[in-house]
C-alpha cells in the first residue's frame, strides 16, 4: 500500500470485545470516521495503556476526526454491549 490509499473497515466484535485500528509496522495512518452500530468507548493505547477517552450510546459515526495511529500506538474500539456481537467500521488514509 502507499502513501495516500484510503484504509478501511468493517468487522463483527465479539460482546464486550475491542476493535483494535492498528497499522503494520512501518506504516501510519489517520483515521478520519468511526461507525457504530450500538454504545462503544474509544481507547487510546501502546498495548500497555489504555486511555479511554471518549464514549457513545446508541448507532452513530465519528466524523472528520484526525486519530493518528502507528503500530505501537493505536486506537482500540470497546463494543459495550455485553450480549451480542456487533459491527464497527472504520476510514482513513495512509500517511506513511
Not at 489504555?50 to 500506538?73: E, K, L, M, W
Request: hydrophobic fraction near 30%; aromatic fraction near 10%.
Amino acid at each position: 500500500m502507499a502513501v495516500g490509499d484510503v484504509k478501511s473497515g468493517i468487522s463483527s466484535v465479539s460482546a464486550n470485545g475491542y476493535l483494535s485500528i492498528r497499522p503494520p509496522t512501518g506504516e501510519e495512518w489517520v483515521i478520519h470516521n468511526i461507525y457504530h452500530e450500538h454504545d462503544i468507548e474509544l481507547i487510546f493505547t501502546d498495548g500497555s495503556h489504555d486511555i479511554v477517552f471518549d464514549s457513545d450510546s446508541g448507532s452513530g459515526v465519528y466524523a472528520r476526526y484526525a486519530f493518528h495511529v502507528t503500530n505501537s500506538v493505536y486506537l482500540k474500539v470497546h463494543n459495550k454491549d455485553t450480549s451480542t456481537s456487533r459491527l464497527i467500521g472504520y476510514d482513513g488514509v495512509q500517511t506513511k
